[in-house]
């Protein structure tokens, strides 16, 4: 059975602190992972990884995909209170066609202290 | 440029009744999804709506129906509502049928009593 499991699943940090979140996956053909972030309701798109090795970056946010060990990371530096929310981290299979599957993880919920 | 919207933001329903869900899509955006998302829980997938059909489905029962209109937005309805339908519910759009970057609406949050 298809699964995407992150951790941890919640982090305590203060702030400046830099975080790692990990994603790992077991998918029948692998096509892109993505991460969003959460706060309160609607997920937001961060990043879409479709190749290994090659990091994305967003400011203080960045991620990489590892697809021979099947794992994704999210980094954030120079963490701020602002940067509190779950991070949710879902692969999309070849065999979805679209975005119609996702396979989600249960999230990462990070709280970053002043 | 508005983003996704969704309606109600709040909804309580008590067993056995039928409900609707509404969303518009971002501009420009022609495809939406639906998902459920419990406490907890990563969103889960209901079904998508591209040029007014349901093009796929995820495992919810037959009392999960959809439509999309025209105007590319879509509705949701759940009928003979059960306590375990209580989440907040997802609408997220993108601009084609190959797009993997969805965009939220701010959700539903139903609670079925």
């Known amino acids: 059975e298809d699964k995407v499991v992150q951790s941890p699943l919640s982090l305590v940090v203060h702030e400046g602190d830099t975080v790692t979140l990990n994603c790992s996956y077991e998918?029948?053909?692998?096509?892109?992972l993505l991460w969003y972030k959460q706060e309160k309701k609607a997920p937001t798109f961060l990043f879409m990884l479709?190749?290994s090795g090659i990091e994305k970056k967003s400011g203080r946010l960045s991620s990489i995909l590892d697809k021979k060990e099947l794992f994704s990371i999210l980094n954030i530096t120079a963490t701020q209170t602002g940067d509190s929310a779950v991070y949710l981290c879902?692969?999309?299979?070849?065999?979805?066609?679209?975005?119609?599957?996702?396979?989600w993880g249960l999230g990462t919920s990070l709280a970053v202290n002043p | 440029d508005a983003g996704v919207t969704q309606s109600p933001t709040h909804l309580i329903k008590t067993r056995g009744q039928q409900v609707t869900l509404r969303c518009s899509p971002k501009?420009?955006?022609?495809?939406v999804s639906w998902y459920q998302q419990a406490l907890g829980q990563g969103p889960q997938f209901i079904f998508q709506?591209?040029?007014?059909?349901?093009?796929q489905r995820g495992n919810f029962p037959d009392r999960f129906s959809g439509h999309q209109f025209p105007n590319y937005s879509s509705e949701l309805n759940v009928n003979a509502l059960l306590l375990g339908d209580s989440a907040l519910y997802l609408c997220?759009?993108?601009?084609?049928?190959?797009?993997?970057?969805?965009?939220f609406g701010p959700g539903t949050r139903l609670t079925v009593t």
């Open positions: 997220a759009s993108s601009w084609d049928t190959y797009s993997y970057e969805q965009y």
């Open positions: 479709t190749s």
């Open positions: 998918v029948t053909n692998f096509r892109s």
């Open positions: 709506y591209y040029e007014e059909e349901e093009r």
């Open positions: 501009s420009g955006h022609d495809t």
């Open positions: 879902a692969v999309v299979p070849s065999w979805a066609g679209n975005n119609r599957k996702l396979i």
